[in-house]
């Protein structure tokens, strides 16, 4: 793994008889897009409490570039949160430029990082607007821009895409993109798997206050595959009579065949003996599972064979 960026180190947090975090321990690369998944109650909204300074750990230290998080400057973590926290009865310009104060921004420098932003995210007409008249969606991108305008080197991002419609998603999704082309790191929490898996270099899974699953989104799914191949040959194959041993059919549907096989040798062997019978390979792809299947099978207690603890 490469330079962290945020060290989380043993973070213990607990309400009464309730422990919402129990020892708590991981790493954020430097420039990576992270993301901190767990079901409903797992700890992550503490978790995040803690690293923006809103609350404090019981236990252990969170560190972002080697400076505790309970001594850095204002500004320094940009925080998204899921729910908004926007005035309604102000308008969208004056908002704005009220955080961008307290973000320790110029007069100067807010109103020309507002009027970036509000262009580049197709809001421009509604400077004036207050935030009451706007659509949950619309509301979304302002926070957005009220979290970022002032370039913080760290950005966190609660369901940064609640509310928004497909266009505006993607509109956000690179925007988020962007800025991690370059320098920004962003810690990126959401039930969506499917955004995670597009977006997300690395993640950890927080379920019941620990950290139970932690790696790189694409070793991720190979520590969890099933040995899965779908197989497209040139001309149906029925019947199979003479199936190789080691080879299991799950599925087929005339030319394309689903199977199971723990060994890419006897694959080929499979695929070598209906070559050998004039009908063509036109297409062979390995079937991971998606982060939603390794979510689900992690949170209901199911473990890999030989798969490392989260460390």
Known sequence: MSESILSIKNVTKVYGDYTALNDVSFEVPKGSVFGLLGPNGAGKTSLIRIITNITQADK????????NTKDLQRGTIGYMPEERGLYKKMKISEQLEYFAALRGLTKKEGK???????????????????????SKGMQQKIQFIATVMHNPSFLILDEPFSGLDPVNTELLKEEILNLNRQGTTLMFSTHRMEQVEEICDRIVLISKGEN????????MKQLWKDDLFHVIFERMIDPISDLIEGIEITNQKENEIWLKTPSLSILNQFITQQVSKNNMLMGMQEILPSLNEIFIKTVSGQRRKNMPEAS
């Open 60 to 67: 252990g230290s969170i560190m972002l570039n080697g400076v």
């Open 112 to 134: 020309e990082r507002i009027g970036y932003w509000l262009d580049k995210m197709n809001i421009s007409d509604w400077a004036y607007k207050k935030v009451e008249e706007l």
């Open 212 to 219: 139970v699953l932690e790696n790189e989104v694409s070793t």
